[in-house]
């Protein structure tokens, strides 16, 4: 079991009960809307954190590449959606993994349809991935020309089962408050309506899957939507605090760095910590970039509120540096722990490779094989 006195270099900590919290609170909200929960896995990829969600009832789950669907896929899940507009490279690994699992595919267009159904030995769901407004991957959710021909060719191969839609409405990370992340979800709404009446005049009953962290944690109106596939909740970070998505105390994941060097004339510390720790990911605050905020650990492995006159100002490859008070940075002392929030859990724990939890579990993430 990992102790407070061991820990020499940065070492990412998740709070299990933090963490547990906010899956029980996601699964909560799922069920009051009466939405599939469906919770993305690329935040915490590992099989020991996959363990608490399924203690809360959830069967289905996303991933975000293959290798993350093989690896969950041998820890028991299988029922998995590749949310990835498919690689057709990759035909003779999605064949061997959907002999074994209701293997749930996303793709936007029509040459790939052909080339996947030319290739494809094992039956597939098929989701088609929608454009509401993000603007990274997908069909326009208003172009119906262009989804009948995909809903046309969906039906020439008995191996590509139609399922329904998903869209990832990732511009809620660019909002700046929670009225903009409420008026995203209403507009992604709204557009859906027209193709939501035209299945239901087809007569073909769709799931319509979406859901980001932002809108998820704060909105009400789910009103035609059937999943949620939220993922940085399990974790959030400072990025969801800054967003108005999540609280100070729900942040579930703190690196604690040692403290190398601390300079008082300019009322900075120097801590083992870096953009391989970190990724470089960071958040504007007045007008300067932070790259995450400061925590003090507790023996138990837990730490305390973010402190309001510190900051990760700069970060390099290991080093980062921290700008605090005056009155702050003259108590630190070399070789003591900080804790730093991160601005992107996911990034973060991608860099760091695993996490110790807080009883002392040690999660290492999914390996490529
Ligand atoms: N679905 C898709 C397709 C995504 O790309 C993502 C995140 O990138 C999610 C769901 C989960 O969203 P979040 O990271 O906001 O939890």
Known sequence: MLRLQDVVSPTLVVDESKARANIQRMAHIAKTHQLIFRPHFKTHQSALVG??????GVTKITVSNLEMAYYFAQHGWN???LAIPINIRDLA???RLAAHIKLNL???DLETLAQLQAGLEKRCSIYIKLDTGYGRAGIPCNDMAKIKALLHQL???QHTVFEGFVWHDGHTYQAHNTNQIRAIRHTTLERLQPLKTFMKELGTQVIFSGGDTPSCSICDDYAGMDEIRPGNFVFYDWMQHSLGSCTSKQIAVAMFCPVLRVYHDRNQVLIHGGAVHFSKES???DSKPIYGKIVLPKP???WGEPLEMASLISISQEHGLIEGSEEWVKNV???QLIGVLPVHSCLTVACMGGYTTTDGQKAVIYKAD
């Not at 363990?51 to 809360?56: A, L, P, V, Y």
């Open 79 to 81: 029922d998995i959606t």
């Open 51 to 56: 363990n608490w969600f399924k203690e809360e």
């Open 333 to 335: 002392k070399a070789g």
């Open 300 to 302: 138990d492995l837990t």
């Open 93 to 95: 690994r999605i064949n």
């Open 283 to 285: 958040l504007q605050s």
């Open 106 to 108: 996303v793709l936007d």
């Open 155 to 157: 039906a020439k191969s």
